[in-house]
């Protein structure tokens, strides 16, 4: 089971905390993604981290702005979003897929696309202007 948290209200500018927890199971041996969805619009991907390498990939909406990463001891991935704008406004998820899925070349081009065994049920964030 995935457990999201640290969605909020955030002031544009702002920043936010999203953790992403492995209950029952180790996200060591997983490749995790962020995606969002904001009301009326299509769920999109935001990041992925792939296995042990570390391995980050953004949207390019979010480069320079969001820094995904992995502790190993919390079993738990971030998602550290700065410079926050009205548009980051949505449910944030984290999904896992497990690392032997997919290789780490092809998860990399296409970690938005693959299908995922695990989703989060979400959390909201929620930027004002």
């Known amino acids: 089971q995935l457990v999201e948290s640290g969605g909020g209200l955030a002031q544009s500018g702002g920043s936010l905390r999203l953790s992403c927890a492995g209950l029952g199971f180790s996200l060591n041996d997983y490749r995790i993604g962020w995606f969002r969805q904001a009301p009326g619009k299509e769920r999109e991907g935001v990041s992925c981290?792939?296995?042990?390498?570390?391995?980050?990939y953004y949207v390019d909406s979010v480069k320079g702005r969001f820094t995904i990463s992995r502790d190993s001891a919390k079993n738990t991935v971030y998602l550290q979003m700065d410079s926050l704008k009205p548009e980051d406004t949505a449910v944030y998820y984290c999904?896992?897929?497990?690392?032997?899925?997919?290789?780490?070349?092809?998860?990399?081009?296409?970690?938005?696309?693959?299908?995922?065994?695990?989703w989060g049920q979400g959390t909201l964030v929620t930027v004002s202007s």
């Open positions: 981290i792939s296995g042990s390498d570390g391995r980050p």
């Open positions: 999904a896992a897929v497990r690392s032997r899925r997919y290789s780490a070349s092809y998860y990399f081009t296409r970690c938005f696309e693959v299908g995922y065994d695990s």
